[in-house]
């Protein structure tokens, strides 16, 4: 007997045909005797137009009642899949976040978990009834609803795992594991039995859309293995235990699986991600003297805003420089804005924006122990006359900015490139 935490995204509970789906396979599960906890998100779609009711209701929105209006989406997933568990003839109950109680910061709409109470949890669990909880929301301090921010399912259901000492964290998505780059874009892509703690964050972080940065962040810290499996599979399909989704687990398991003959290949390269949600800036004719950059990224650090590639041009004959660097494309505009409230003090000339770059990179730990891996890319791209207006690197990690209209082509260069292509 295991314990196993699921988790199911907006796209497979998108309605009660999926609904019912979900429930089957949860009840599959729970049929081998295994307890188990399931972690929901709203309908896909739900959380948007609870967002959108918000604002109509008032822009300045108090950001507690928010949490209270956008929490919703996830509490009606919950209560439904448990009626449907029920109907199929299985224990079940929904629990809140607030009734566990999932215990948060104080931080409305962007919380952060600090403690998940489980006695009564695994009382139930232990019972053999099926525990639905209502991903991304908790309590706060003082009694209220919070919510975790975007994502925030994830994030409860590698919590929820780490709180209840789970064998695993099995995640369901539209997707059927983690793939050598987008399917959708290299159709050689491959999917990969296994992936590290550490490969993954890099690959979440520079655009790979599986999971959620701060899930993995608490599954390495936690030590809890996740595996990425497809809800949308058919109704004879067997239980998660034998489907080949992709485990991401720490070193240690990674070599413990190699050992034990599970066909994992351990690969130079692990995948190609790219990110078009990027905006570069160039501030040109920026003072060349001590404390310049710091007045340019200083009031940026402040706002929050995180700066990624940082490009300093050489200098010109007057002294001055120009400076390049990348942003979310989603706070261009308060970057913009900021920047120029600072015109002054920094001393640049002109702000030029432009929102058509993508950000491409190539992550693996091979890079640890394998020179070449950055001049391969280099030279891959230089090849096709793809031209890199920035590079930035970590030590598993390269990369490059380039032309928006040349993404598709940067991904399928690269990943053949590295030996990643499937066969046939």
């Known amino acids: 007997m295991a314990r196993i935490v699921m988790k199911f995204g907006g796209t497979s509970m998108a309605g009660t045909e999926r609904i019912r789906r979900v429930a089957q396979i949860v009840k599959a599960q729970a049929d081998r005797g ?19 009711f918000c604002r109509e209701a008032n822009a300045l929105y108090d950001p507690a009642e928010y949490d209270v209006v956008v929490s919703a989406g996830e509490q009606i997933t919950s209560g439904l899949l ?19 109680p999932v215990q ?25 009834t099926i525990a639905v909880i209502p991903g991304f929301q908790g309590r706060s301090p003082g009694g209220r609803i919070t919510t975790l921010g975007r994502g925030g399912s994830d994030t409860s259901a590698v919590a929820v795992a780490a709180a209840v000492d789970a064998d695993r964290c099995d995640i369901y998505t539209d997707v059927d594991g983690v793939y050598t780059t987008d399917p959708r874009i290299v159709a050689r892509a491959r999917k990969l039995k296994a992936v590290t703690y550490e490969e993954m964050l890099e ?15 608490l599954a390495m810290k936690a030590g809890v293995p996740i595996q990425v499996l497809s809800s949308f599979t058919e109704e004879d399909a067997p239980v998660a235990d034998t489907i080949p989704g992709t485990m991401i687990v ?18 130079l390269i692990t995948g190609i991600a790219h990110d078009k949600n990027e905006a570069k800036i160039t501030l040109t004719r920026v003072p060349d ?36 660097f990348t942003v979310p494309a989603a706070d261009l505009a308060r970057a913009t804005d900021i920047l120029e409230n600072q015109r002054e003090k920094i001393g640049f000339n002109r702000v030029i924006p432009d929102t058509r770059v993508a950000k491409i990179s190539v992550v693996g730990v091979g890079m640890k122990s394998h020179a070449g891996v950055a001049s391969t890319m280099f030279s891959a791209l230089a090849d096709r006359k793809i031209n890199i207006v920035a590079i930035t690197t970590s030590e598993i990690k390269v990369s490059v900015l380039i032309d928006e209209d040349e993404t598709e082509l940067a991904v399928r260069v690269l990943h053949t490139a590295y030996g990643l292509d499937a066969e046939g």
């Open 82 to 100: 448990a009626m449907t568990l029920q109907a199929l003839g299985a224990k079940a109950r929904s629990w809140m976040g607030w009734q566990l």
């Open 104 to 128: 948060t910061g104080s931080a409305h709409s962007k919380a952060k978990i600090d403690e998940i109470e489980t006695g009564a949890l695994l009382s139930s669990m232990g019972e053999g």
């Open 289 to 324: 003297k001590p404390g310049a950059v710091a007045h340019i990224f200083e009031p940026l650090s402040d706002a929050n805003i995180n700066v990624d590639m940082i490009i300093q041009n050489v200098a010109r004959d007057k002294g001055e420089t120009d400076v390049t």
């Open 34 to 52: 295994d307890e188990v906890a399931v972690v929901v998100s709203a309908m896909a779609g739900d959380t948007d137009r609870l967002v959108g």
């Open 250 to 267: 720490g070193d240690e398991r990674l070599a413990q699986m190699e050992k034990e003959g599970s066909s994992v290949e351990r690969q």
């Open 203 to 217: 690959l979440a972080s520079v655009g790979a859309k599986v999971l959620q940065t701060r899930s993995v962040g």
